[in-house]
């Protein structure tokens, strides 16, 4: 167990809908990562945020945005849901920020698989 | 820009054989990590090691050892005597340093051993 919850565990919905996933981090850690894992584009980074603000941006759709709050969990918000966007969403955080000479160790949660249908 | 490549898609062994899981990795920085994850058939992504640009030296972990060579920009794993549990996708994975440290995956490679 890595210390970082992520619900749902799986997450079914059609085309066209909005969903929100959350995550939280291990205790502590003020990072927290986004990545997708589809079968066609693999492991991607998504979004990084450290203490509530964003740091960087990987291939994240503009249909997709995050948000880290002050009790430091993330949300990861879907909207427009396409059948495409079906994949294995993780979260990981780390202890710490970006610019820190760190390891940036990154602990994954579970993940949420979301189904497009 | 930084890449990682995991040449082999799939292997395949015998119980109790040795495996060397190839990773390959581009970047321009100076100061780098590299890890190793496992994903077992039941999905999460399991940390393995961390090792940094400036430390070469060869690691050791029971039946799991990693070999750095900067020089031919290499980060390979071997498992020796594998066993059924090792069964897993392996991801191979590159972080830099300032802005932020995302990590940027190989596309990992599938190991199967069979009994």
């Known amino acids: 167990d890595s210390g970082v919850t992520q619900t749902p565990k799986h997450l079914i919905t059609a085309t066209g809908q909005r969903v929100t996933l959350r995550c939280s981090p291990r205790?502590?850690?003020?990072?927290v990562y986004w990545y997708q894992q589809s079968l066609d584009q693999g492991l991607q980074f998504l979004i990084h945020y450290y203490n509530g603000e964003e740091r960087a941006k990987g291939n994240i759709l503009e249909r997709f945005s995050a948000q880290q709050f002050p009790d430091l969990h993330s949300e990861l918000n879907l909207s427009s849901l396409e059948l495409g966007d079906s994949a294995l969403y993780f979260c990981?955080?780390?202890?710490?920020?970006?610019?820190?000479?760190?390891?940036?160790?990154?602990?994954f949660g579970p993940g949420t698989r979301l189904t497009v249908l | 820009a930084q890449k990682v490549t995991q040449a082999q898609t799939e292997i395949s062994v015998v119980e109790k054989e040795d495996v060397t899981l190839d990773c390959v990795y581009e970047?321009?920085?100076?100061?780098?990590?590299l890890f190793w994850y496992k994903q077992p058939p039941s999905g999460e992504l399991v940390f393995l090691i961390r090792r940094n640009s400036f430390d070469e030296q060869n690691e050791i972990s029971g039946r799991y050892s990693w070999n750095f060579q900067k020089s031919t920009s290499s980060f390979n794993f071997t498992i020796t005597a594998s066993q059924v549990v090792d069964s897993a996708v392996y991801f191979c994975a590159l972080s830099g340093q300032g802005g932020s440290e995302k990590l940027v995956f190989g596309k990992g490679t599938k190991l199967t051993v069979n009994p």
């Open positions: 205790s502590g850690d003020l990072s």
């Open positions: 990981a955080s780390s202890p710490l920020g970006a610019g820190v000479a760190s390891y940036n160790e990154q602990f």
């Open positions: 970047t321009r920085d100076t100061t780098y990590y």
